[in-house]
């Protein structure tokens, strides 16, 4: 089945400690997204990447970092620097729009809830 | 600053009925247009694209697309208690790369 995971499901965090957040896809795609949910929110883009060895910023990227050495995966590192980390993390996927307008829609993984203790 | 607005709800209408979902946005160059549902504590799922002016229609949805007024619709026939979750509207902005803002979602709520 083709798909993007993530893991864990769940992860909690001490005070000043980093923590990584995998995300994982084999539908073949060349864009990778992280976005964070708040409660009553809409998502907010982290960080983006369209190729592997590439990406930019997001919408909030301070207090993130993001790697992407494979086309199939792009961890997510919440720092110690992310003064509030408490949300719901959603990785998705995509093409790169150059095949038509579908290449535009994006998939979402099933999410981890990070909680700062 | 690009947005895309929607009403946050609850939107009720009861088992049967015609739910319309409504979604604004600013980026007057937008081309792309996508509606996710999103059951509570779950990720968002893509259930409509639009694209050109019009009406699309899959299933039970139909996604309606003015460009001119800058609005976008989604209407669930035959609503049904499973229907019950948050909508999300993204947009896609003009230029540049695949970026979509999402709107803060409007929560149905389809009673028997």
């Known amino acids: 089945d083709g798909g993007i995971t993530q893991s864990p499901k769940y992860l909690f965090r001490k005070e000043g400690q980093n923590v990584t957040l995998s995300c994982e896809q084999n539908l073949n795609h060349d864009a990778m997204y992280w976005y964070r949910q708040d409660p009553g929110q809409g998502l907010r883009l982290i960080y983006y990447s369209q190729i592997v060895n590439d990406f930019q910023k997001g919408d909030i990227a301070e207090g993130y970092s993001v790697s992407r050495e494979k086309k199939e995966s792009f961890p997510l590192t919440v720092t110690s620097a992310q003064k509030n980390p408490t949300a719901f993390y959603l990785c998705?996927?995509?093409?790169?729009?150059?095949?038509?307008?579908?290449?535009?829609?994006?998939?979402f993984g099933p999410g981890t809830r990070l909680t700062v203790l | 600053q690009k947005e895309v607005e929607q009403n946050s709800g609850p939107l009720s209408v009861p088992e049967g009925a015609i739910a319309s979902l409504n979604c604004t946005y600013s980026d007057r160059g937008s081309q792309s247009f996508f509606w996710y549902r999103q059951y509570s504590g779950k990720s968002p799922e893509l259930i409509m694209s639009i694209y050109s002016n019009g009406d699309k229609e899959d299933g039970r949805f139909t996604a309606q697309l003015n460009k001119a007024s800058q609005y976008v619709s989604l209407l669930i026939r035959d609503s049904q208690p499973s229907d019950s979750a948050t909508y999300l509207c993204?947009?896609?902005?003009?230029?540049?790369?695949?970026?979509?803002?999402f709107g803060a979602g409007t929560r149905l709520a389809v009673h028997p």
């Open positions: 998705a996927s995509s093409g790169t729009g150059g095949a038509g307008p579908r290449e535009n829609e994006q998939f």
């Open positions: 993204a947009v896609k902005i003009s230029g540049g790369y695949n970026k979509l803002i």
